[in-house]
């Protein structure tokens, strides 16, 4: 199983970065996959989630109208749009494939790609 994370560099406030994760090794669509980020000292957050099909998608409340999230089952790929960026969107961010079945989850991650916001 890999996932892969890319995107990721550093920005000035108000601008714009689209992450990408390309991942393999288990069925894509047949998993939610999200986004979270961790700064630096703090916990890892969850930031959006998107559905296996892409029926449904959240997000954290500090990212709403920021952010998007999207997939490509046919890439086997998930990305994070992301607008409007504020220095405290600063983080590795970090994308995350789950199910759940059979009373059995399966939680596979990537290794991060790092967003930093700053003039």
Do not use: H
Not at 33 to 46: C, D, N, V
Not at 54 to 70: C, P
Not at 95 to 115: E, F, I, L, M, P
Request: hydrophobic fraction near 30%; include cysteine.
């Amino acid at each position: 199983v890999q996932l892969v994370e890319s995107g990721g560099g550093v920005v000035q406030p108000g601008g714009s970065l689209r992450l990408s994760c390309t991942t393999s090794g288990f069925t894509f669509n047949r998993y939610a996959m999200s986004w979270y980020r961790q700064a630096a000292g703090k916990e890892r957050e969850w930031v959006a989630v998107i559905t296996s099909g892409g029926e449904a998608i959240n997000y954290v409340d500090s990212v709403k109208g920021r952010f998007t999230i999207s997939r490509d089952n046919a890439k086997n790929t998930v990305f994070l749009q992301m607008s409007s960026l504020k220095p405290e969107d600063t983080a590795v961010y970090y994308c995350n494939a789950r199910r759940s079945t059979y009373g059995r989850r399966y939680d596979y991650w990537g290794q991060g790609t790092q967003v930093t916001v700053s003039s």
